[in-house]
């Protein structure tokens, strides 16, 4: 049971990743999570402001029956296939955080020093996570797909543009943990 | 009902996220700091699944759940949009451990912060699109 309770192994984890986007494809689609962000301002009537919003959503509801499946799937997996035994980091990653005032994992999947409610509720806590957002949602659209669209789907097509994609995920991603991290997070 | 056989896919997708922990933003960290190999072992298995699932579909020439022939849409040319634009996502990912997929999936888990992370991205996607026509692609 361990195997189901338990974190799932990247081999299992990674082929069933690949057999999402396969299933989406045989149905017709194209894997990619960032575009619902596109689809949900159109449906908040963004279109009212610019023409890259000007979309019929109705024709998105394939991809929002995807996200409203994803939502289900994380509730199912947290609540119900879980022990509780949670991310295991190695010990230098742990004394690591801790120089910079992020607790160890300790059976959750995210640390109280950016996501607890008290964190929230300080001008510094709510502004990581609406930059992070913020930084997150202008990305993804601008180079046109995220870790699905890109990472996964346009990889596995062998498509250029999304190696150039990736490659500056990893640019964004290094910079941000490396240098600015330690930065936001200095214990003072 | 002709979602629900999006709807369940979207079910597999947000469990095996959420086992993997790739929705933790431990796991990204770790990952930009190569002090383990699990998340690079996700995304390097998913991608050697795709590869060859793709191949196989083209070289059978698959026709798709409705009987159509499965097109693969190519991405569009560029290169600017992909470095700044990854970059610029990559910010944020390694910043709130998320990307977009998470971002859903953790609502699912009762993370209410989240719900903020998701305001930014909406946010910042209506922003990409007033800017998009004054930024180079």
């Known amino acids: 049971m361990e195997y189901i309770f338990g974190t799932w192994h990247w081999t299992i984890s990674g082929f069933l990743i690949g057999v999402t986007m396969l299933i989406l494809t045989y149905f017709?689609?194209?894997?990619?999570?960032?575009?619902?962000?596109?689809?949900?301002?159109?449906?908040?009537?963004?279109?009212?402001?610019?023409?890259?919003?000007k979309l019929d959503w109705r024709e998105q509801k394939w991809s929002l029956s995807v996200v409203l499946g994803a939502i289900v799937g994380g509730f199912i997996a947290y609540h119900f296939l879980s022990n509780g035994t949670g991310v295991s980091l190695n010990t230098d990653t742990i004394t690591q955080l801790q120089a910079i005032g992020i607790e160890a994992p300790n059976g959750k999947l995210l640390p109280d020093a950016i996501f607890s409610i008290e964190t929230l509720q300080t001008p510094k806590?709510?502004?990581?996570?609406?930059i992070g957002g913020l930084l997150?949602?202008?990305g993804t659209r601008y180079a046109g797909g995220c870790t699905s669209g890109h990472a996964i789907s346009g990889l596995s097509n062998l498509q250029l543009p999304s190696l150039v994609a990736v490659i500056g995920f990893f640019i964004g991603g290094l910079l941000m943990a490396h240098l600015i991290l330690p930065l936001i997070f200095k214990t003072t | 009902m002709k979602l629900a056989r999006f709807f369940l896919t979207g079910?597999?997708?947000?469990?095996?996220?959420?086992?993997?922990?790739?929705?933790?933003?431990?796991?990204i960290y770790e990952m930009f700091h190569f002090q383990s190999f699990h998340m690079f072992g996700i995304i390097g298995t998913?991608?050697?699944?795709g590869i060859v699932g793709l191949q196989l579909i083209k070289k059978k020439k698959v026709k798709d759940f409705n009987g159509f022939p499965i097109k693969i849409i190519e991405k569009e040319r560029g290169f600017w949009r992909y470095v700044?634009?990854?970059?610029i996502f990559g910010l944020?990912?390694?910043?709130?451990?998320?990307?977009?997929g998470p971002i859903f999936i953790l609502l699912g888990t009762g993370t209410y912060a989240i719900a903020i992370v998701l305001i930014g991205a909406l946010l910042g996607t209506y922003i990409y699109g007033l800017l998009k026509d004054r930024l180079p692609h």
């Not at chain 2, 944020?92 to 977009?100: K, R």
Request: a positive charge.
């Open chain 1, 28 to 53: 017709g689609k194209t894997f990619g999570m960032s575009s619902n962000l596109r689809t949900l301002c159109s449906m908040a009537g963004a279109g009212k402001f610019t023409d890259f919003f």
């Open chain 1, 125 to 130: 806590g709510f502004s990581i996570l609406l």
């Open chain 1, 136 to 138: 997150i949602g202008f």
């Open chain 2, 11 to 27: 079910v597999l997708f947000g469990i095996v996220l959420t086992k993997a922990e790739a929705v933790s933003w431990y796991r």
């Open chain 2, 46 to 49: 998913a991608l050697c699944t």
């Open chain 2, 84 to 87: 700044i634009g990854g970059t």
């Open chain 2, 92 to 100: 944020g990912w390694a910043l709130v451990g998320s990307c977009p």
